[in-house]
């Protein structure tokens, strides 16, 4: 059997790219979902070349041999930073400007979900964070209206956050399907949002191996001189061979590392 192991979250810059490859098939690694790295943008312009450069590390990943999944979308913290340049009117405008170009590149095959998206992670003054959900409810519907993934960021989310979360989206845009990047380990109970959990010891022995509806991903940050901030980068790999050590089945490991295929593709 060909074990699938997929990493539901990584960034790589372009100078990590050999030692993300080496490390990562070395480990056992077969797939990844590649997010680009749009944290220090602040007008459209920036947000369209990090799309370009994330589509071209993924080729360099497929041509050493990973499967890649491709997420390309305007990351929500820049807000703070756009304001210093911006109004809000403005803001929101570069925002759905940045979502339209996301979807044209995913309607060209070149990408696969739109993402990092949606709120802060830490406290803000609540007018930046009522513009934000604003932002991060257009963005919902303009993936909504083309079936297009969408991969949230926001602060911690427990059961009720995540069906208050779902709710309130599909409130106002339709059925959507999402993924809570760095998820608690709530695997019931989410309201259909998708979680991806941090690859610890604890997370991945308590994953329901066999089901679909969830992923494992490390959030490995692309920098070669930190490699273990977050998780690193061989964590996914590492955890489905404790698994497998631990007696859980190879079939019920491969059918939700799978999941994948289904949801993305």
Same mark, same amino acid.
């Given at each position: 059997?060909?074990?699938?192991?997929?990493?539901?979250?990584?960034?790589?810059?372009?100078?990590?790219?050999?030692?993300?490859?080496?490390?990562?098939?070395?480990?056992?690694?077969?797939?990844?979902?590649?997010?680009?790295?749009?944290?220090?943008?602040?007008?459209?312009?920036?947000?369209?070349?990090?799309?370009? +450069?994330?589509?071209?590390?993924?080729?360099?990943?497929?041509?050493?041999?990973?499967?890649?999944?491709?997420?390309?979308?305007?990351?929500?913290?820049?807000?703070?930073?756009?304001?210093?340049?911006?109004?809000?009117?403005?803001?929101?405008?570069?925002?759905?400007?940045?979502?339209?170009?996301?979807?044209?590149?995913?309607?060209?095959?070149?990408?696969?979900?739109?993402?990092?998206?949606?709120?802060?992670?830490?406290?803000?003054?609540?007018?930046?964070?009522?513009?934000?959900?604003?932002?991060?409810?257009?963005?919902?519907?303009?993936?909504?209206?083309?079936?297009?993934?969408?991969?949230?960021?926001?602060?911690?989310?427990?059961?009720?956050?995540?069906?208050?979360?779902?709710?309130?989206?599909?409130?106002?845009?339709?059925?959507?399907?999402?993924?809570?990047?760095?998820?608690?380990?709530?695997?019931?109970?989410?309201?259909?949002?998708?979680?991806?959990?941090?690859?610890?010891?604890?997370? %991945?022995?308590? %994953?329901?191996?066999?089901?679909?509806?969830?992923?494992?991903?490390?959030?490995?940050?692309?920098?070669?001189?930190?490699?273990?901030?977050?998780?690193?980068?061989?964590?996914?790999?590492? +955890?489905?061979?404790?698994?497998?050590?631990?007696?859980?089945?190879?079939?019920?490991?491969?059918?939700?590392?799978?999941?994948?295929?289904?949801?993305?593709?």
């Amino acid at each position: 059997m060909n074990l699938t192991i997929f990493d539901n979250h990584v960034h790589i810059k372009n100078e990590s790219i050999d030692f993300y490859v080496q490390g990562y098939k070395k480990s056992g690694g077969t797939a990844l979902n590649l997010i680009n790295l749009t944290e220090n943008c602040v007008n459209l312009e920036c947000f369209i070349a990090e799309y370009e +450069r994330n589509i071209k590390v993924s080729r360099i990943l497929r041509e050493s041999g990973l499967d890649v999944i491709v997420t390309i979308g305007p990351y929500p913290i820049n807000i703070l930073a756009m304001h210093k340049i911006f109004n809000s009117t403005e803001i929101f405008e570069i925002y759905r400007m940045a979502t339209k170009h996301a979807i044209k590149l995913i309607s060209e095959g070149k990408a696969n979900a739109i993402g990092e998206v949606g709120r802060f992670h830490f406290e803000v003054e609540r007018t930046y964070q009522e513009e934000a959900n604003e932002i991060l409810k257009m963005i919902a519907c303009e993936a909504h209206d083309q079936n297009i993934p969408l991969i949230i960021h926001s602060e911690s989310l427990d059961d009720r956050g995540m069906c208050q979360l779902s709710n309130e989206l599909t409130k106002s845009c339709g059925s959507l399907k999402i993924v809570k990047h760095f998820s608690k380990p709530i695997y019931n109970l989410n309201c259909g949002i998708i979680p991806s959990v941090p690859a610890s010891r604890d997370n %991945a022995r308590k %994953a329901p191996w066999g089901k679909k509806g969830f992923f494992l991903e490390t959030d490995f940050a692309g920098d070669e001189n930190n490699p273990n901030f977050v998780l690193p980068l061989d964590s996914v790999p590492r +955890r489905v061979k404790m698994l497998m050590q631990e007696g859980v089945d190879i079939d019920n490991i491969n059918s939700s590392m799978n999941y994948y295929k289904d949801f993305y593709i």
